[in-house]
């Protein structure tokens, strides 16, 4: 169901394309103000597109989530832009395939620090401004979106992917953490562990590799892959006060992937 996000802010890192794009331009259509987060050098012009398409003040940030300095940084920028937000989702992530045994230090590294480390910092960022913002606004509350994976309670197949899995298994409890610790202050924190999902990337994949993409989807027992619209709506309805009560889970949405 719509909600009414007119005269508030959120931060979607990794906004530039694919799925954290599919959110913003969500939220936006909700009437909040958008900050996009990405290492993309178009991601101005992308916010710029949002706010003509949707009426709403946006800004593109280009920002490495690995990077704790910058994303204090971008956040400083945001709030001088829109506002404090009061919605953050962190949907910067990447994976890397291969055997365990040859991931080299840097792969695996890379994966961290982008998946988990850029993830936290960015609830850091979020959640200073927002305590910082209830001196003179105690009623202010915030949502924070992590975007994790199903990926964080099965292991994928046929691919290798051990540092993917791993980076979001922290996600996940990262959300269960932060939620308890920050709920006493208004703060929300709750991850979503989305299954496989057509974004622009994974339909670029599936159709270099038919064979995987068709044993993707027999494993699915919904028959088919997510759509960035199965996940936007969650996503509101994390950010909507409607979710005012839930705090710390993780929800997965993956067609029943995980429940064989």
Same mark, same amino acid.
């Given at each position: 169901?719509?909600?009414?996000?007119?005269?508030?802010?959120?931060?979607?890192?990794?906004?530039?394309?694919?799925?954290?794009?599919?959110?913003?331009?969500?939220?936006?259509? #909700?009437?909040?103000?958008?900050?996009?987060?990405?290492?993309?050098?178009?991601?101005?012009?992308?916010?710029?597109?949002?706010?003509?398409?949707?009426?709403?003040?946006?800004?593109?940030?280009?920002?490495?989530?690995?990077?704790?300095?910058?994303?204090?940084?971008?956040?400083?920028?945001?709030?001088?832009?829109?506002?404090?937000?009061?919605?953050?989702?962190?949907?910067?992530?990447?994976?890397?395939?291969?055997?365990?045994?040859?991931?080299?230090?840097?792969?695996?590294?890379?994966?961290?620090?982008?998946?988990?480390?850029?993830?936290?910092?960015?609830? #850091?960022?979020?959640?200073?401004?927002?305590?910082?913002?209830?001196?003179?606004?105690?009623?202010?509350?915030?949502?924070?979106?992590?975007?994790?994976?199903?990926?964080?309670?099965?292991?994928?197949?046929?691919?290798? #992917?051990?540092?993917?899995?791993?980076?979001?298994?922290?996600?996940?409890?990262?959300?269960?953490?932060?939620?308890?610790?920050?709920?006493?202050?208004?703060?929300?924190?709750?991850?979503?562990?989305?299954?496989?999902?057509?974004?622009?990337?994974?339909?670029?994949?599936?159709?270099?590799?038919?064979?995987?993409?068709? #044993?993707?989807?027999?494993?699915?027992?919904?028959?088919?892959?997510?759509?960035?619209?199965?996940?936007?709506?969650?996503?509101?309805?994390?950010?909507?006060?409607?979710?005012?009560?839930?705090?710390?889970?993780?929800?997965?949405?993956?067609?029943?992937?995980?429940?064989?």
């Amino acid at each position: 169901m719509p909600i009414d996000m007119r005269g508030t802010a959120a931060v979607i890192t990794g906004g530039g394309r694919g799925l954290g794009l599919a959110i913003a331009r969500d939220l936006a259509a #909700q009437g909040a103000g958008i900050a996009l987060l990405d290492v993309l050098p178009e991601v101005a012009d992308t916010a710029a597109a949002l706010a003509t398409e949707f009426g709403v003040p946006t800004v593109g940030i280009i920002c490495d989530v690995r990077d704790a300095g910058a994303v204090e940084a971008a956040f400083g920028t945001a709030e001088a832009h829109l506002g404090v937000a009061t919605t953050l989702v962190t949907a910067a992530g990447i994976t890397i395939w291969g055997e365990s045994a040859d991931v080299t230090p840097d792969d695996w590294q890379r994966v961290l620090d982008i998946n988990l480390n850029g993830t936290f910092f960015a609830c #850091q960022s979020f959640a200073r401004r927002v305590h910082a913002a209830q001196t003179a606004l105690p009623e202010l509350l915030g949502s924070v979106i992590l975007i994790s994976s199903m990926s964080a309670r099965i292991v994928n197949i046929p691919q290798f #992917q051990a540092s993917y899995h791993a980076s979001k298994a922290a996600v996940s409890m990262l959300a269960k953490s932060l939620g308890v610790e920050w709920a006493p202050t208004g703060i929300r924190v709750n991850a979503v562990e989305p299954g496989y999902m057509l974004s622009d990337m994974t339909r670029e994949f599936m159709d270099a590799n038919p064979e995987l993409a068709g #044993q993707w989807r027999s494993l699915i027992p919904a028959g088919r892959m997510g759509q960035p619209a199965d996940l936007v709506g969650l996503v509101r309805f994390l950010a909507s006060a409607e979710s005012g009560y839930l705090t710390a889970q993780s929800i997965v949405l993956d067609g029943g992937y995980t429940a064989i």
